[in-house]
C-alpha cells in the first residue's frame, strides 16, 4: 500500500510559479513511475507529466511542456511538480499518481492516487 500526500498549491497570478510535492508513504516508492494529473471543473482528468522509476526519462502533455518540470527524489520519496508560466487555463485540482506503466507519453495503470491540491491562477 502506497499513500501519496500533495502539498504546493494555492493561487498565483498569471506568469507566476508553483512548486507541487507529492509525499509517498511505504518502501516500495522507486518500483513506479510517478505522474501528475489534473481535472478542472467539467472537465475530465488530464495526464500533466511522468516520470519514471528512476528518474532519467521524463514526458509531457504538449500544453505543459517548456513550462512544467516532473523531477524525484527516491531518497526522499518525493515526487515534484515544478510548474512555472502559469496561465487561468491550469487552474485545475492537480493529483499525483504511481502506476506501472508508461504507454507512449502517459501515465497508465495507475494503482494509488493522493488526494489532489488546488492550483488556482488568476488572470
Known amino acids: 500500500q502506497v499513500q501519496l500526500v500533495e502539498s504546493g498549491g494555492g493561487l498565483v497570478q498569471a506568469g507566476g510559479s508553483l512548486r507541487l510535492s507529492c509525499a509517498a508513504s511505504?518502501?516500495?516508492?522507486?518500483?513506479?513511475?510517478m505522474g501528475w494529473f489534473r481535472q478542472a471543473p467539467g472537465k475530465e482528468r488530464q495526464f500533466v507529466a511522468v516520470?519514471?522509476?528512476?528518474?532519467?526519462?521524463?514526458y509531457y502533455a504538449g500544453s505543459m511542456k517548456g513550462r512544467f518540470t516532473i523531477s524525484r527524489d527516491n531518497a526522499k520519496n518525493t515526487v515534484y511538480l515544478q510548474m512555472n508560466s502559469l496561465k487561468p487555463e491550469d487552474t485545475a485540482v492537480y493529483y499525483c499518481?504511481?502506476?506501472?506503466?508508461?504507454?507512449?507519453?502517459?501515465?497508465?495503470?495507475?494503482?494509488?492516487w493522493g488526494q489532489g491540491t488546488q492550483v488556482t491562477v488568476s488572470s
Open positions: 499518481a504511481a502506476g506501472n506503466t508508461i504507454v507512449g507519453v502517459s501515465l497508465t495503470g495507475v494503482k494509488y
Open positions: 511505504g518502501h516500495i516508492f522507486n518500483s513506479y513511475h
Open positions: 516520470i519514471n522509476q528512476r528518474g532519467d526519462s521524463t
